[in-house]
């Protein structure tokens, strides 16, 4: 199984590799997170050691179960799933450095106090629905940009860029249009310059369809099933978040 899963990593990194040359971009502008929904802590520190130290969870049961096996391998953790509000005081003992799904107000404001509390800070994406589906979480497209402005008041988030799950769809334009999407945002909220609000990040773009994320400017690129195999349920199951399994 290891070696499988190696396998597929230098897939992976080909496949990133390819499309940013295609792209006219250097390689090292997009960064792999590692998504770890129920991959067991084994299996993420072989390919943690293999360099690839950006992993990201859906679930705080999840990086609860596997924080003592990884804590004493050096990486870096980001949460992507839907973050509750009364989750907030203990997603901050385990080492988050990102909050990927930051998506209302009133969650940053509950997120701010707790920080506070703990004299923590943290860094953030906003979260945007770029395809219009009722099932997926993120904040609409045209509410993104005053979003913006409001996070900016919170001293303890550090908002870094945007991020968005593209349409499951076998058509590549239509799943092109939110990545084209989410880029404008980030160009009209640079173009802004609120205060305290950085747009460096585009974290968009699966397994399925990281070369086009990478053609229109993603800088993470999230990939579980094509290095670690398929699940007992589709990618599109558990990024299906008001449906997703507890």
Not at 17 to 22: D, G, L, Q, T
Not at 156 to 180: N, P, Q
Not at 196 to 222: F, H, Q
Request: with cysteine; proline share 2%; charged share 30%.
């Amino acid at each position: 199984m290891p070696q499988t899963t190696l396998d597929n990593l230098k897939v992976i990194q080909q496949r990133i590799e390819n499309a940013c040359r295609k792209a006219n971009r250097e390689a090292n502008e997009v960064k792999l997170l590692l998504a770890t929904k129920t991959v067991d802590a084994n299996r993420i520190k072989t390919v943690i050691e293999k360099g690839e130290t950006l992993i990201g969870e859906n679930k705080i049961q999840e990086i609860k179960q596997k924080y003592d096996n990884l804590k004493n391998i050096s990486h870096q953790k980001h949460f992507i799933g839907h973050l509750q509000s009364n989750k907030i005081k203990e997603i901050l003992k385990y080492d988050i450095s990102c909050i990927q799904s930051l998506d209302r107000i009133s969650l940053a404001e509950k997120l701010q106090k707790r920080l506070e509390t703990e004299d923590k800070t943290i860094n953030a994406f906003i979260q945007v629905n770029t395809s219009a589906e009722e099932s997926k979480f993120g904040i609409p497209p045209n509410e993104a940009i005053n979003l913006a402005k409001e996070f900016a008041s919170f001293d303890r988030i550090y908002i870094k860029g945007l991020m968005t799950i593209g349409l499951f769809s076998a058509e590549a334009e239509k799943v092109r249009a939110c990545f084209k999407l989410l880029r404008s945002i980030q160009q009209e909220i640079i173009a802004q310059n609120i205060p305290n609000i950085e747009m460096k990040e585009l974290s968009m773009g699966m397994s399925s369809d990281l070369e086009i994320a990478i053609e229109e400017g993603a800088t993470i690129i999230r990939i579980g099933t094509a290095i670690f195999g398929e699940r007992i349920y589709p990618d599109s199951y558990y990024w299906n978040e008001k449906n997703t399994i507890r």
